[in-house]
């Protein structure tokens, strides 16, 4: 085990990595995390996450007195309280920059822009949200909240034993200080001003505020970030503020529209001076132009490397005199909050003094300060915007001061924080290095910059590697993952043959059952393997006994992860609520969870594979996109991608998706298909058609949707007029016993109702379509996209009383789909039954949500397909020359040309109905 030893000199590490290695491994790893704001939560998110993939048990003790993602900077409420950085810069996680900005269009404004500058108030929540949905997803790892504060830590025996303010304490296996800025400093403050209670020395915290009336003046003490609040703050009519401060520099702005980052300047080799550092940073403000921002933000990747070049008294000297200017000119505000405080500043109501407090004296009237300027105010509020104490020698925090006490901590040498390790380890005063990491702001002097989120989230995904390989852990027991990287509990044989059925079913081949039956049979206790035998049983009508398969999934989840024994919920949930919300939410639910789970997506996204979580496009449109950044260019997300894109008629998008999928994997069922809408929706037909017959007869020999694909390529020869060739591919490829079941319905039956709308032939005899498919399904349909097939094929066999029984069945779900869509199309096609087709016609003109039923805009041309023959049957020309133009300007088809000049002539009559 690696702990990050020097040399092997070093008997006291040594020492401590013996005891280390001697922990039992039957006890998880416990780690305190002292802090629960933004250092707090980042640190928590990145144990989690590193924790999770080596299969360790581990718990984590969160230790903050108050709310989870506040601290100082996001304790506020305020909406005027603006972040100081753009919403695309404040992701928690190097590794998913648009993270935040994604977030912010989920929960705040869909459409907030990359560049705005959100509430600190939602920054908090974020924070929140997203250590929770980190803990939900990282197997093996515990978090407990502990509600109080630390007040010391010290070594117990090989591991530590950390203290509360209420009395307990617990062993650790290590500590991580998150503890955020210090309290705010106050010896700046003559003893009248310390003692007047118009005095507020902790801003953020202060459990009363002084009354200030109109016609008042209140005096900020600082003129930096917390002035730029408390001005808001304090800011009313008829009140002036006055702001002083030793350089009277108030924040500057960012620019509105920046222009592109810059380029980190080169360093010199060798330690550098503090005047070859100004001279740098001075050059590449230059090389930018003269632009200071930029050049300023280009420094931001090399900062850390420059201040450890300087040498402490460089460092010392920099403090002293140019920390100021770098911190204004480094840490700026929002636009809009420097154009209100200029407002101000040029209408009287907030004036800045460059001098500092000297003097004060309590009064009746407020308290009088005297200013180093001579300047005097009488205050009835003087606010302490100074921000944070300079050291921790002199903190008044109890864990601090019993950290340096017992040597298991020694201040930097600028004072301002701890000194550490790269990796954020303390370094000890003596003895073996403690198993304490530091984060934020106490390892400024360290660091420098080590106050901002894009510091911090890097310095919490390195101390948590960091903590993780020092700190004991059982065995890791290696363990077989899918395609994704998602761990499976099962053997190695099981697991292989699992992850091969897997990628059968991505490609929407035939065959994954088998592979997942063989799987269960080689370890009969892989939970996951079972449920989703289950899954296939139960939505691809593999023949599977679903509640055997069910029930030992559940058996046996137990020795499942968190994340398998979610799925199993997942799929109980599907089999017991088919097309429920609560089966939904929870599939949703999962996948925000475990992004990575490429199964779990395909079955919310309705495609070929499966019917989807949701019958709204764009939501599951909303789903894809939103992964973008998990998958990237993977084979089989650009193949749903694709399949998104011609949903949205973004046909070349969708046909060069589709390419790059087919050039990787073949067999990409989902690249296929939506090469096949593609060519179907813009009207080629003829190359459609040639591409997929090879498609079919070659890789797609194979597929599990070859009945599907070859309804797509009968379409095709619809749309040219070659009925012989419809008729030869049906009897070859969509006829039972070749098709059965739920796909029977859905492909053949409807292929046989188009072609007798279209004219291809003068009757049809679906009794042997009907007799595969189980006639549970047809009356009372487990989805709305069902529902429609059903009541065709029923009216289309004239099926009065079953197509009776849909409509009741319909009219008595709770899904508004059923009893707006899915029983108006009953009773539409029952008037076509009884010899109305006129009222059908007016019935199915007036159907709503047909966008809504689910499956391609392909299948759903169904209902205008029925509109165009019942209007026909009702002698009713003009509406079915009007329907078959708007499709005519969708796309071309020679069958719809040659149809509606047949209309417009008049020679087109009505054909037999089903009834006839």
């Not at 509020?381 to 944070?388: D, I, P, R, S």
């Not at 040498?413 to 530091?438: H, K, M, N, Q, Y």
């Not at 903590?467 to 509990?489: F, I």
């Not at 329907?883 to 209309?903: E, F, I, K, N």
């Amino acid at each position: 085990m690696s702990i990050g030893m020097d040399g092997e000199g070093d008997l006291y590490a040594q020492v401590s990595a013996r005891i280390l290695s001697t922990v039992p491994m039957s006890a998880p790893v416990v780690v305190a995390v002292v802090g629960g704001g933004a250092s707090g939560c980042l640190a928590t998110a990145q144990l989690a996450r590193s924790v999770a993939v080596t299969g360790r048990r581990f718990t984590i003790l969160l230790v903050e007195p108050d709310g989870v993602g506040e601290g100082l900077a996001y304790l506020t409420r305020d909406p005027r309280h603006r972040l100081n950085v753009p919403a695309a810069k404040m992701s928690a996680f190097d590794d998913d920059p648009q993270h935040f900005l994604r977030w912010l269009r989920r929960h705040v404004a869909v459409d907030f822009p990359a560049g705005g500058f959100a509430p600190r108030q939602f920054y908090a929540d974020y924070l929140r949200h997203t250590l929770e949905e980190t803990l939900r997803a990282a197997s093996g790892v515990l978090c407990e909240r502990v509600f109080a504060r630390a007040t010391d830590v010290r070594r117990h025996g090989r591991r530590l034993r950390l203290t509360l303010d209420d009395g307990t304490s617990h062993p650790v296996d290590g500590v991580v200080l998150a503890l955020g800025h210090g309290a705010a400093t106050t010896s700046w403050a003559p003893p009248a001003l310390a003692r007047s209670p118009r005095f507020v020395a902790d801003p953020w915290r202060a459990d009363s505020q002084p009354r200030v009336p109109a016609g008042s003046d209140v005096l900020l003490v600082g003129s930096g970030l917390t002035m730029a609040d408390m001005a808001q703050r304090w800011s009313r009519a008829g009140v002036r503020l006055h702001v002083a401060s030793r350089h009277g520099l108030l924040p500057l702005p960012h620019v509105l529209d920046p222009a592109p980052p810059l380029a980190a300047p080169e360093l010199p080799d060798g330690p550098l001076s503090l005047a070859q550092a100004r001279r740098l940073v001075f050059d590449h403000i230059r090389a930018a132009g003269g632009d200071w921002r930029r050049a300023v933000d280009a420094m931001r990747p090399v900062t850390a490397e420059l201040w450890a070049r300087l040498d402490p008294a460089a460092r010392s000297s920099f403090v002293a005199t140019t920390m100021r200017r770098w911190d204004q000119v480094r840490h700026r505000v929002d636009p809009a909050i420097h154009a209100w405080l200029e407002q101000r500043r040029t209408e009287g109501s907030l004036v800045v003094h460059a001098a500092q407090v000297v003097d004060a004296c309590d009064t009746a009237a407020g308290v009088e300060v005297s200013l180093s300027d001579g300047s005097r105010v009488l205050a009835a509020a003087v606010v302490n915007c100074t921000g944070a104490g300079a050291g921790v020698r002199t903190s008044h925090d109890p864990l601090v001061m019993n950290l340096l006490a017992a040597g298991l901590a020694t201040p930097d040498a600028l004072d301002l924080g701890f000194a550490t390790e790269a990796s954020g380890r303390l370094v000890a005063a003596d003895g073996p290095r403690p198993a304490i990491w530091a984060i934020g702001p106490l390892r400024r002097g360290e660091l420098w910059e080590s106050t901002a989120i894009p510091e911090i989230r890097g310095q919490a995904a390195a101390l948590a590697r960091a903590v993780v390989a020092a700190l004991p852990g059982p065995r890791v027991v290696r363990r077989v993952r899918d395609p994704y990287g998602l761990p499976l509990t099962a053997s190695p044989q099981a697991a292989g043959r699992y992850v091969a059925g897997l990628g059968r079913i991505l490609r929407v081949r035939s065959g994954a059952e088998t592979l997942v039956a063989e799987a269960v049979a080689a370890d009969p206790r892989f939970a996951l393997g079972q449920a989703v035998l289950a899954l296939l049983g139960a939505e691809w009508g593999a023949d599977v006994d679903v509640e055997t398969a069910l029930r030992d999934a559940q058996r046996h989840a137990g020795r499942a992860d968190e994340r398998e024994r979610r799925f199993i919920e997942v799929v109980a949930a599907r089999i017991r609520e088919p097309g429920g919300a609560g089966s939904a939410a929870a599939l949703l639910s999962y996948i925000q969870a475990y992004p990575e789970d490429a199964l779990a997506v395909s079955i919310a996204v309705p495609t070929i594979a499966f019917s989807g979580a949701t019958e709204i496009p764009a939501e599951a449109w909303a789903l894809v996109e939103g992964l973008a950044a998990v998958y990237r260019d993977d084979w089989w997300y650009r193949g749903l991608l694709a399949f998104t894109r011609q949903e949205q008629e973004r046909w070349d998008e969708a046909a060069e998706l589709a390419a790059l999928a087919l050039a990787v994997e073949p067999t990409a069922g989902h690249a296929v298909h939506a090469k096949t809408h593609v060519h179907y929706e813009t009207g080629d037909h003829e190359a459609g058609l040639a591409w997929l017959d090879a498609w079919i007869s070659t890789c797609g020999s194979d597929s599990s949707q070859r009945a599907h694909f070859s309804w797509h390529a009968a379409l095709h020869e619809l749309a040219l007029g070659d009925d012989d060739a419809i008729r030869a591919r049906f009897s070859a490829q969509l006829s039972p016993p070749a098709v059965s079941g739920v796909r029977a319905l859905i492909d053949s039956a409807s292929l046989l109702w188009r072609g007798l709308a279209a004219g291809a032939w003068t009757s049809v005899e679906l009794g042997p379509v009907l007799e595969t498919v189980p006639g549970a399904l047809l009356v009372d349909p487990p989805t709305p996209f069902v529902g429609l097939h059903s009541a065709v094929a029923l009216a289309a066999a004239g099926d009065c009383r079953r197509l009776a029984q849909l409509r009741r069945s319909a009219a008595a779900r709770s899904s508004a789909v059923f009893t707006d869509t899915v029983a108006p199309l009953a009773d539409a096609l029952m008037h076509l039954l009884h010899g109305d087709p006129d009222r059908a016609t007016d019935a199915l003109i007036a159907l709503p949500g047909v966008e809504r039923l689910g499956g391609s805009a392909a299948q759903r041309e169904i209902v205008e397909d029925t509109t165009i023959y019942c209007a026909i049957q009702a002698n009713r020309p003009d509406i079915a020359q009007s329907l078959l133009q708007t499709r005519l300007d969708r796309r071309c088809s020679p069958r719809d040309v040659h149809r509606r000049a047949q209309l417009l002539t008049g020679h087109q009559t009505g054909r037999p109905s089903p009834t006839d």
